[in-house]
């Protein structure tokens, strides 16, 4: 198995300018999980999905971020119109069964100017 | 409100040597508790996974211990090489979403380097 596929790996993107992150979990897991990784802050899970509907979303810090998963294999999350505080490491990962552990993809490095 | 709280945030040790990291948790109520390693520019990856009534796990050189009265666990890496430097991840899970989604509540980590 690949893994978690997340694209891309590396963002360098201008304030104001829209950024979508992608996600490919494993085949078969039906949970999925945005986190945002800074150094100050640690990880902290932005968004949720089960079965492909979104569950808890209450970590998404703004409207300006949003997400999707439109099917079973590909998750997206979006940040329009970013901001340079939004710079950090934003993982996908994905579990199959509620007692399994998660397994993260190789993240999204994302700089804001 | 629940809390995961590493010690210490950076370690430096030589080669060879064993060290210890430190965890506690105020999550309540609990279901089980994982350490991770994420290498610099990787994802977590999981090590080991302990639940209320189990007191150590062992994953080769890496040792979980925990004690669910005084809510707290450690890591102990054994004869540690160089391949050990990463960051270690303790997280814990509550049966009821507490940490959000899932229950999880992360830690900061400790920031481990292993010196030749």
């Known amino acids: 198995d690949a893994g978690v596929i997340q694209s891309p790996r590396h963002e360098v993107t201008e304030m104001g300018q829209e950024v979508t992150l992608r996600c490919k979990p494993i085949s078969g897991h039906n949970s999925l999980f945005w986190y945002r990784q800074t150094m100050m802050r640690g990880l902290e899970l932005l968004i949720y999905?089960?079965?492909?509907?979104?569950?808890?979303d209450s970590g998404m810090p703004e409207d300006r971020f949003s997400a999707k998963m439109p099917n079973a294999s590909f998750s997206t999350l979006k940040i329009q119109p970013s901001e340079p505080r939004d710079s950090a490491v934003y993982f996908c990962?994905?579990?199959?069964?509620?007692?399994?552990?998660?397994?993260f993809g190789p993240g999204t490095r994302l700089l804001v100017l | 409100k629940n809390q995961v709280e590493q010690s210490p945030q950076s370690l430096i040790i030589l080669e060879g040597k064993n060290c210890t990291l430190q965890?506690?948790?105020?999550?309540?109520?609990?279901?089980?508790l994982r350490w991770y390693k994420q290498d610099t520019g990787r994802g977590p990856v999981s090590l080991t996974i302990m639940t209320f009534s189990e007191n150590t796990k062992s994953n080769g050189r890496y040792t979980a211990t925990l004690d669910a009265d005084t809510k707290q666990s450690s890591l102990h890496i054994t004869a540690s090489q160089l391949s050990d430097s990463a960051s270690y991840i303790c997280v814990v899970s509550a049966k009821v979403p507490g940490g959000g989604a899932d229950g999880l509540t992360f830690g900061k980590g400790t920031h481990l380097i292993i010196q030749p």
């Open positions: 965890c506690n948790y105020t999550v309540s109520p609990f279901s089980n």
């Open positions: 990962a994905s579990k199959g069964r509620s007692w399994e552990t998660q397994y």
């Open positions: 999905f089960n079965n492909n509907v979104p569950i808890d």
